[in-house]
């Protein structure tokens, strides 16, 4: 499968963006999905994942309350909405997928073997 992650941008502190990723080339409602960000210096960190039909989704503690995964299986794409922007929230993220036996949220980097391109999200203070 083929990741386009995109609706990255320059934001300032307490907006809002909204990132899509448009898979393509396989099944796309049996992937779990997840959204993953790297800031400069710093290791690729798990944010958001979902299950096949969006019925688990899991966050990482500092984005719990503000973010929220979806994913439209129709459309072939699942998307990260992210609310209360903050300084910290500046990084490359990028979308994940990973072919699963069953409908399941993975959250372990290893776990995920096809990965998108990136987009910037910057947050100014």
């Known amino acids: 499968v083929q990741l386009q992650a995109s609706g990255g941008g320059l934001v300032q502190a307490g907006g809002s963006l909204r990132l899509s990723c448009a898979a393509s080339g396989g099944t796309f409602s049996r992937y779990a999905m997840a959204w993953f960000r790297q800031a400069p210096g710093k290791e690729r960190e798990f944010v958001s994942g979902?299950?096949?039909?969006?019925?688990?989704?899991y966050y990482t503690d500092s984005v719990k309350t503000r973010f929220t995964i979806s994913r439209d299986n129709a459309k072939n794409a699942v998307y990260l909405q992210m609310n209360s922007l903050k300084p910290e929230d500046t990084a490359v993220y990028y979308c994940?997928?990973?072919?699963?036996?069953?409908?399941?949220?993975?959250?372990?980097?290893?776990?995920?073997?096809?990965w998108g391109q990136g987009t910037q999200v910057t947050v100014s203070s």
């Open positions: 994940a997928a990973r072919y699963t036996s069953g409908s399941y949220v993975l959250t372990a980097l290893t776990d995920y073997n096809y």
């Open positions: 979902i299950s096949w039909f969006g019925a688990n989704t």
